[in-house]
């Protein structure tokens, strides 16, 4: 009996999760600096999805903290064109390494796979128009940096 | 109480195993970049799927158009055009094709300035 409610508890931990509040991108978009010349944009996102929904990392721009992975969410980071990794470690890391060029906008979504006790936040590259769609619903909640 | 843990087991041999792929061989490389009397745009004919090194495959949809943006000792590098092309390993890769006529040979990867050389080339049917 004792197992199977602590593997019950443990499964509605892993679902549960609050999605994140904010403005949606139709809100907030026109308020977002333009872009300078050298510069190019990445957008962070995670789809409202229930599947490990209370799971959370940080995510790190080439090494750098520039926010949260959390469910509902997304940011931006502006960035002089170059080579990027972003990675955002649970229990395993996986990374994702691109190429920045100025006046670009890049989108990373940002998943909960399987994991062996907490599940894994896997970061992933995505088309313009599908990121958008994406995050059309998702609330806006601002950058560590 | 055994064949529970047996499950038990399985299942985190699985997780594991899914959640553990092997990286992708790269080896740096330079690309020189093309002059714009040599860049083309090559539009996909049929699609293809490419098996990785790392146990993954890899489709290029039909109709996805490349721009050739440089050139590597394996053969020219294509960009993809108005959309975002990845391989994975145990990371995501950004990747160009690198074509050798109507032969893929490679992946460039430009976030890395490396390249994953294909065991066997794939044809593109390209126009």
């Known amino acids: 009996m004792l197992p199977r409610i602590l593997s019950m508890t443990v499964v509605v931990a892993f679902l549960v999760g609050c999605a994140a509040t904010g403005p949606k991108p139709s809100e907030v978009k026109a308020s977002f600096p333009e872009l300078a010349a050298d510069q190019g944009r990445i957008y962070f996102y995670r789809t409202k999805s229930i599947f490990g929904a209370a799971v959370t990392a940080e995510i790190r721009l080439s090494g750098e903290a520039v926010g949260r992975s959390t469910r509902g969410s997304f940011f931006y980071a502006d960035r002089p064109a170059g080579n990027y990794e972003v990675a955002s470690s649970t229990e395993t890391e996986k990374k994702v390494t691109f190429v920045l060029e100025a006046g670009e906008t890049k989108y990373i979504r940002t998943y909960v796979g399987l994991g062996l006790i907490v599940g894994r936040i896997i970061p992933e590259l995505v088309n313009t128009e599908e990121a958008e769609k994406d995050m059309a619903e998702l609330a806006y909640v601002g950058a560590t940096k | ?127």
């Open chain 2, 1 to 127: 109480m055994v064949r529970s843990a047996r499950m038990l087991l399985i299942v985190a041999s699985l997780i594991v195993t899914l959640g553990c792929a092997r990286d992708l061989r790269r080896e740096p490389t330079e690309m020189t970049a093309l002059d714009a009397s040599e860049i083309r745009v090559i539009r996909v004919a049929e699609a293809v799927t490419v098996s990785l090194d790392s146990g993954y495959s890899r489709s290029i949809a039909a109709g996805s158009q490349w721009r050739s943006v440089g050139q590597i000792s394996m053969g020219t590098v294509f960009k993809p055009v108005g959309q975002v092309f990845s391989i994975e390993g145990a990371h995501v890769h950004e990747a160009y094709l690198v074509l050798q006529g109507n032969n893929l040979v490679a992946f460039y990867l430009p976030g890395e300035r490396k390249v994953n050389a294909l065991g066997t080339p794939v044809v593109i049917k390209a126009n």
